[in-house]
Every structure is written in structure tokens, then in C-alpha cells.
């Protein structure tokens, strides 16, 4: 069996999830220091993370991922165990194996192939491996960057290995996403018999107008990079279950998947707006999971869309679609940072897998992108 795939299927088969790394990382340290790489351990609470670099001074290019895994859900459901990489009808079959262990297990055999033909390659590889992204992303990516800070690392191109990909390894690669922010809010009424409402006041009467008139709003049109900002209900919670009290409260989640053409300020401006123009008595909370970010063309861009040209054949879609990724993390930082790998179809779903070329030829892409970069670069 091929390097990549042999170590794609040892990472599926510990069932890292999120955020349990179930040994993975170590899995990772210890075959990359036989390669020369340098390890850090960096435990935040309950979430492992690993920092390996090699190499020296700038740029530093990172390859950047996760070892944790979502629930399998029923294993009943499985056609073979979760967590039993199988192979059949040119697939390989396992939770993760698309998000994301093809992945990490192409960015390794990589960079083993990379190294042992450029020994002494300019600048600095790194890899930043996290088990805390499926879950609640607090003590993950988020934190090692704080520690890079500390320690004055400042990452240069950085490739997430997100299943970014739709219909073909490498059709889309991702140079951006949109912003997401949520709101956690409680409408406050009053409780009392159906019979008589006069005595009672029904939040879900007084919130209805405000959420129609929040869902009716453009908010904006978008832009070349990114598709209009988008406001959506995603939970509503309320009342006893009986069917004659009116309820005294009703709690409402909704979430903003935003554009660059807002922030995180001219949005709550405008959503308080409306609820005191409705005159609601509420609370509300707020969660910012992350601000849009975008790389433009430049060394990493070209350097992706010709090493999937050169070694996939295609020529990929530049995109920002899609749900949030620890790119946001990074990026702020001044990194370039674009997301490749495998294809997204079955991600968290039952039966999840990879074609079984794709983990190779993803190495392969991965390694070329690593040549194109740093080749071209004198050490600093």
C-alpha cells in the first residue's frame, strides 16, 4: 500500500473524536522526527495540539489541520465500522477519512519527500495540528497562534487541508471565508392562560414582526470575492408543552454568515435597531466564530492553481463558500492562506470517504506546491 494511504488508514482507525486525539498526534511527531523535524506538544485544557517545524528563517510555510473527528452516529448505519478503514469500489471508507486524515496524512508523506530531496530547502516548514476544530475551536488553532505570537512566529503561506474540493480533487480551492456571527437572544413576555390573553403577554406574538422584517432585509449585494450576507433563524425554544399557557419566554438562535462589506459592529447596530423599533423586551448575547478573510493572488495562489494544474490537470475555482475553518485564526495574522483537499460530498455523513487515488495525489500536489513556494525564495 502507498505511504499516504497506509497512514490515512492508521489515522482512521483511532477514533479521534473531537476533541480526543486517541494518540494521533503523536503518531505524526514521531514519524516526522525521524525526518528532522522538531516537535512542541502545546495541551490547552482538554485539547492536544502539535507544533513541528524544520528547517530555519523565512518564509515559513505551515501545513495546517486537524486529528479530531465529528460522532459516527449509529455504527448500525455504517455499511462497515467507522472507524475500520475499509476499502471497496475504489473508495476508501472510515469517519475522517475526508475531514480530514487524507489530508494530514498527504501533508506528512509530503513533506518526508520534500525534505529528502531539499535537505537544505530555504526557509521553514511547520506543521500546526490541533484536535479542538469539530468541536467548540477554544483551546485549538486559536490558541497556538496566540503562542506563535509569543514566541515571535509569524507563518508566511499556510495550507489547510479542509476537504475544499467538490466533484474533483482540486476543482475548488478556497481563498477566503465569509464572517459568522451569532445571536443568542431571549424574548421576555408574560405567562398566562390561553383563555385569557388580556393577562398574559405572548413573546412569540411580540418577536414575529422583528424576525420578518430582519429575514426581509439586504443586508448587502456582496462582491467579487464573496456572495451576499445572509441572515438565518436556526433554533426557536419556548413554553411548557402545554397547549394552554401562553409562554413567558422564547429563545431564538440566529446566525450571520457576512461578507466584507459588513462587520461585526454594523450588524448588531442595525439587528438592536430593530428590536427596540418593535419595542421587545429581550437579552441577547453575542458569538463572533470569526471575520471574512481573503487572499488575494500571489506566491501561495499561483503556486496552488499550477501545482493542480501541473499534477491534477484541472484548473481549480477560486471560492469563499461554504462554513467557517481555523483559516480564520491564521489569516488575521498576515498569512497567505488558502484551503485544498479532498472532496467534500460525504463529510460527517454516514459512510464518509476518499477515492482511493486521491490521498496520493493530493501528496503529490501538496509537495509541488512546497517547491513552488520555497524553491523560489532565498533564505533569509
Known amino acids: 500500500m502507498n505511504n499516504t494511504l497506509q497512514l490515512c488508514c492508521e489515522l482512521i482507525s483511532r477514533p479521534s473524536v473531537t476533541p480526543d486525539d486517541q494518540g494521533c498526534q503523536n503518531l505524526i511527531a514521531e ?27 523565512k518564509p515559513l510555510f505551515v501545513f495546517a489541520g486537524h486529528t479530531d ?14 472507524f475500520e478503514p475499509t476499502q471497496r469500489d475504489g473508495k476508501l471508507y472510515g469517519r475522517g477519512s475526508a475531514d480530514m486524515k487524507a489530508s494530514i496524512a498527504a501533508f506528512v508523506t ?53 476537504p475544499s474540493s ?37 413573546p412569540f ?8 422584517e430582519l429575514t426581509g432585509i439586504e443586508w448587502d449585494q456582496g462582491n467579487d470575492f464573496f456572495p451576499a450576507t445572509s441572515f438565518q433563524i436556526s433554533n426557536v425554544t419556548s413554553g411548557t408543552g402545554a397547549e394552554n399557557i401562553i409562554p413567558g419566554d422564547v429563545a431564538i438562535k440566529f446566525n450571520f454568515r457576512f461578507s466584507s462589506e459588513l462587520n461585526e459592529k454594523q450588524i448588531k447596530k442595525r439587528v438592536l435597531e430593530v428590536f427596540e423599533k418593535y419595542k421587545l423586551r429581550y437579552s441577547i448575547d453575542w458569538h463572533l466564530s470569526g471575520n471574512p478573510f481573503l487572499t488575494i493572488k500571489g506566491v501561495l495562489v499561483d503556486a496552488v492553481c499550477n501545482a493542480c494544474a501541473e499534477i491534477l490537470k484541472i484548473s481549480p475555482e477560486l471560492s ?50 512546497l517547491e513552488l513556494t520555497l524553491n523560489t525564495n532565498k533564505k533569509i
Open 69 to 82: 473527528v465529528v460522532p459516527a452516529g449509529p455504527e448500525s448505519n455504517w455499511s462497515s465500522p467507522p
Open 31 to 57: 514519524r516526522l522526527e525521524s525526518a528532522g523535524f522538531t516537535r512542541q506538544h502545546l495541551r490547552f485544557e482538554d485539547v492536544d495540539n502539535l507544533w513541528l517545524t524544520h528547517g530555519a528563517g
Open 320 to 369: 469563499t463558500s461554504g462554513g467557517t475553518s481555523d483559516g480564520r485564526f491564521i489569516a488575521p495574522t498576515g498569512a497567505e492562506v488558502v484551503e485544498l483537499g479532498p472532496c467534500n460530498g460525504s463529510i460527517h455523513q454516514i459512510d464518509e470517504h476518499v477515492k482511493l487515488a486521491d490521498p496520493v495525489r493530493l501528496a503529490k500536489t501538496y509537495q509541488r506546491i
Open 110 to 162: 509530503s513533506v518526508e519527500e520534500y525534505i529528502a530531496e531539499n535537505p537544505d530547502h530555504p526557509g521553514t516548514i511547520g506543521l500546526l495540528i490541533t484536535s479542538d476544530e469539530e468541536g467548540p475551536s477554544i483551546n485549538g488553532t486559536v490558541k497556538v497562534m496566540q503562542w506563535l505570537d509569543t514566541q515571535s512566529i509569524k507563518i508566511d503561506y499556510c495550507i489547510v487541508g479542509e
Open 205 to 212: 406574538h411580540r418577536v414575529l414582526p422583528a424576525l420578518n
Open 166 to 202: 467538490v466533484e474533483t480533487l482540486g476543482d475548488t480551492v478556497k481563498v477566503g471565508r465569509r464572517g459568522s456571527l451569532n445571536g443568542y437572544m431571549t424574548v421576555h413576555g408574560k405567562q398566562g392562560h390561553v383563555a385569557y390573553p388580556q393577562l398574559a403577554e405572548n
